[in-house]
């Protein structure tokens, strides 16, 4: 999925992803995570999402990674936030207070440019990716998130009646980009109301995946 794809979307508004409240599977499961308050979680290909205010207002800390500029402003104007704005690593760091936000290519940034955290919550990343970049985004967030757990959300779906994103990934393919790196827990499995985008009959996953214990 070029890049330009994700920036006419949002130029566009095109933004039919975008929900109107905190999704509620990160509600009911954010909890198997066992975070303490402050800790730190990374939002892959985070957007705007309500997500980061449920998360800052439940006393955590928040570092997002996103694509369009366009959708980190409207960010901060969501959030009432002054930002400070400065370049790390030639990323574009949008910083308040409990909340870091790097726009740009997710490929460029580095664990010392996202820093310590302490969980990843990806619910509209990896199905936003092609299979062709899947294995090259799960190796880099496995890297620079220094292996921290994580809840994923998925859609599962036949991919023959609807092309995405989002893009249907199997329970096979969870466990091929990180059987070899976590203990993976299926939490959840529920069919899509509706069908996804009216489209097609579709399952949204729940998985928390945990590093082995030593």
Not at 73 to 82: I, T
Not at 123 to 140: F, G, I, N, Q
Not at 141 to 166: H, R, T, W
Request: aromatic share 10%; hydrophobic share 40%.
């Amino acid at each position: 999925m070029e890049a330009d794809f994700w920036h006419q979307r949002w130029e566009k508004n095109e933004i039919a992803f975008h929900e109107p409240e905190a999704n509620p599977l990160l509600v009911e499961y954010f909890g198997k995570l066992s975070l303490t308050k402050g800790s730190r979680v990374f939002i892959p290909l985070c957007g705007k999402t309500l997500d980061i205010s449920w998360l800052l207002s439940n006393g955590y800390r928040v570092v997002g990674a996103e694509l369009s500029k366009i959708a980190i402003e409207q960010l901060f104007q969501q959030l009432d936030m002054g930002v400070k704005k400065t370049v790390i690593g030639g990323i574009e760091h949008y910083a308040a207070e409990n909340i870091d936000i790097f726009v740009g290519d997710i490929f460029r940034l580095s664990k010392d440019i996202v820093g310590s955290v302490n969980a990843i919550y990806d619910r509209a990343a990896l199905v936003a990716l092609p299979e062709k970049m899947r294995k090259s985004y799960t190796d880099h967030l496995i890297e620079i998130s220094v292996k921290a757990p994580q809840l994923l959300v998925c859609y599962e779906y036949d991919q023959n009646l609807m092309e995405g994103p989002p893009f249907s990934i199997s329970n096979e393919e969870v466990k091929r980009h990180y059987e070899n790196t976590y203990n993976l827990n299926p939490l959840s499995s529920r069919d899509v109301v509706g069908g996804l985008k009216g489209k097609c009959p579709a399952k949204e996953n729940v998985w928390l995946l945990q590093s082995p214990n030593p």
